[in-house]
Nanobody, 125 residues
Framework: QVHLMESGGGSVQPGGSLTLSCRDS????????MGWFRQGTGKEREGVAHRTGNGELFYEDSVKGRFIISLDNAKNTLSLQMNGLKPEDTAMYYC???????????????????WGQGTQVSVSS
């Protein structure tokens, strides 16, 4: 069974960094595709970064070169290192696991079965 819980959110100034963590207490998600998503106030949820079960990495264009998704197998934890944060990165960030179908884009929120509760990231001066 998959049970995801995010942590690491907070408030930072523009240009700052944060690292989000997503731990699966059920220890079942490591073999699945996993991703990070975000949803700003009044906006639709969007995909940010994706890691396949084989370790391939994909990023949404606006975060390429700034965000890094990684998996620590020993700790059953998916991380999102966020550098060079901008005010437009402000959002609730969610991790998700188990991609449902190859017919939808990797970063589509519709394409994941398991979700965490989210952690808030706020970027402002």
């Amino acid at each position: 069974q998959v049970h995801l819980m995010e942590s690491g959110g907070g408030s930072v100034q523009p240009g700052g960094s944060l690292t989000l963590s997503c731990r699966d207490s059920g220890n079942a998600s490591l073999k699945y595709d996993m991703g990070w998503f975000r949803q700003g106030t009044g906006k639709e949820r969007e995909g940010v970064a994706h890691r396949t079960g084989n370790g391939e990495l994909f990023y949404e264009d606006s975060v390429k070169g700034r965000f890094i998704i990684s998996l620590d197998n020993a700790k059953n934890t998916l991380s999102l290192q966020m550098n060079g944060l901008k005010p437009e990165d402000t959002a609730m960030y969610y991790c998700a696991a188990y991609r449902l179908t190859a017919t939808l884009p990797r970063l589509s929120p519709l394409n994941y079965k398991y979700w965490g509760q989210g952690t808030q990231v706020s970027v402002s001066s």
